[in-house]
């Protein structure tokens, strides 16, 4: 069923009409420069049909950054705008509302005083050499940017060049935010040719010594670098990396599988670098070498902290391991691991409060906490679930199609807190069963959005994020405001909420504890029981 708010948007549109070029919808109107407010030529609109039946057409706007769409068959559609200099946007206004996500045009839909306002790409430059100085030419500069998704940190990169004759390069294309740069050193030796160690005058084996990633300005772990910070339209040059030679060591082991006890000869193997928790890999390229007897060995690794992950099958299972180390300046040659196959985790849904006659089928999703794990899914079926885990990864385990009014109340594992402290795939099991109880009847929370300048927001994105994010993965909210700004936020579990809007970006990480603060001030703080129907007004400020 189409909500109230699109059908009051679509008789705005109704009412605005065009003289089409052609039988069909059109629609007419500008792109501006957000920050200058200058009308962009050039500029692509591209209206992209959201169904099979639909092509997409687009258009380039003239000289006084005007564009006009004619012709456009009935059906729904989404409609963005981009252009060189300037980030790509899909939040169109119809006058002074923001147009929803997926438009649906009538044959006889006319929209005029359309607009887009983008936002300038800010740019980074800088220059990577030798710690002799000399420009180092052709490395990769990558720029990574941190992230929190279910509470847990990653990293993911956001642009990258590659450094030209002089040693220099240059990002563009980025939003606004922080930045981690890295030249990544990834020379090889040529393809089938056995590189010798070095050696001294007396043939004398030499310490193995190379340049490895460098994080600007010279760091070579990830838990000494420092983030660099951009505003839209802001270029910063001069960020200058300088790769610091250092000890490269080789990595050597074994590895038997955990079901048969046989040596594995070839494993698939993965080195990631995380920060000082443990989370948030880079990876590593790295290319092992095997022997029959199941050993391995991957030379050239820099000091730091990392993530090896193994894998392969046996008795046409999967099996795997993970293997936390920190490398130093001496071989490690004692890497022996056992992969395990998946762990079985069985479980109950239990129902607290009052339950109607029918519920939905309910889903699990077990998500990994592991940068590199994969989600895992799981039915419930008359209120019991069976689910195959990863050995040694961590899952928070959340439930999909709850009914409106329903939340998870709590997750246990033999009497221990798993909502809280997550669900280890080794400790899963028959005797460990998995026990879910569903809180009902939850909370609501509704109201109006506005913007800085007191005007309903719509389209408005709404958060509701508990006070303390650790432990509560599974109690935050989302919703869309309509074209009036209203909202509503159902099944909310009990307990003290910060209450916000925004519009295209979150104006802190709401994962994030220590930088919550930044959305305190521009919240309402909302406390909520069991069955309250709360009515709360919420205004974006700056």
């Not at 708010?5 to 009409?17: I, Q």
């Not at 009914?403 to 899963?428: E, F």
């Not at 609501?444 to 508990?466: K, T």
Request: hydrophobic share 40%.
């Amino acid at each position: 069923m189409r909500r109230p708010g699109v059908l009051v948007w679509l008789a705005v549109v109704a009412c605005s009409r065009l003289p089409a070029a052609d039988d069909g919808a059109s629609i007419d109107g500008v792109v501006l420069s957000d920050t200058t407010g200058q009308l962009l030529k050039r500029a692509e609109i591209l209206l992209r049909g959201m169904e099979a039946r639909l092509a997409s057409t687009g258009v380039e706007t003239d000289d006084k950054g005007h564009f006009l769409l004619t012709g456009i068959p009935p059906g729904r559609y989404q409609f963005s705008a981009e252009r060189d200099g300037y980030l790509p946007s899909s939040a169109a206004r119809h006058g002074a509302l923001r147009m929803p996500a997926i438009v649906t045009l009538g044959a006889d839909d006319h929209l005029r005083d359309v607009s887009f306002r983008l936002r300038p790409w800010a740019v980074v430059g800088g220059r990577v050499k030798y710690d002799d100085g000399e420009p180092a030419v052709n490395i990769l500069v990558r720029l990574y940017r941190e992230f929190h998704l279910h509470g847990h940190r990653g990293y993911s990169a956001a642009g990258q060049a590659r450094t030209n004759d002089r040693g220099e390069y240059r990002v563009h294309g980025l939003s606004r935010g922080s930045y981690y740069i890295a030249a990544i050193y990834d020379r090889s030796p040529a393809a089938n040719v056995i590189e010798q160690p070095r050696r001294d005058e007396q043939g004398r084996i030499l310490p193995e010594i190379g340049y490895t990633t460098t994080f600007y300005p010279s760091a070579t772990r990830l838990i000494e670098t420092s983030p660099i910070h951009l505003d839209y339209g802001q270029e910063i040059d001069g960020m200058d990396v300088f790769l610091t030679p250092v000890r490269r060591v080789a990595l050597s082991g074994r590895v038997t599988s955990g079901i048969s006890g046989r040596a594995i000869p070839t494993p698939a193997i993965t080195l990631e670098r995380v920060d000082l928790q443990n989370t948030g890999g880079l990876p590593l390229p790295v290319t092992p070498s095997y022997d029959s007897d199941g050993s391995f060995t991957i030379r050239s690794v820099p000091p730091g902290a990392y993530i090896l992950l193994l894998a392969s099958s046996d008795d046409d299972k999967l099996i795997q391991a993970r293997v936390a180390l920190t490398v130093g300046e001496a071989d490690i040659d004692d890497l022996d691991a056992v992969l395990e196959p998946p762990r079985t985790a069985i479980g109950t849904v239990r129902v607290e409060g009052a339950r109607k006659s029918s519920w939905p089928k309910l889903h699990l999703s077990f998500e990994p906490r592991s940068e590199s794990g994969a989600p895992v899914r799981a039915d419930v079926e008359g209120g019991s679930f069976t689910a195959s885990l990863a050995a040694g990864e961590t899952y928070d385990l959340f439930v999909e199609n709850l009914p409106t009014d329903a939340y998870v109340k709590s997750i246990h594992i033999a009497n221990l807190d798993a909502k809280a402290r997550g669900i280890p795939a080794d400790q899963v099991g028959p005797a460990t069963p998995i026990e879910v109880a569903i809180g009902t009847p939850g909370a609501s929370v509704s109201g109006r959005a506005f913007n800085e300048a007191g005007d309903m927001a719509s389209g408005a994105n709404v958060s509701l994020v508990p006070t303390r994010p650790a432990g509560h993965l599974q109690d935050y909210r989302m919703a869309l405001a309509d074209e009036y700004g209203s909202f509503q936020i159902t099944g909310v579990a009990p307990g003290r909420y910060l209450l916000f809007a925004w519009f295209d970006e979150m104006p802190c990480d709401v994962f994030d504890s220590e930088s919550l603060g930044t959305c305190e001030a521009k919240a309402v703080e909302v406390t909520v029981a069991d069955g309250d129907q709360l009515t709360e007004g919420v205004q974006m400020k700056k």
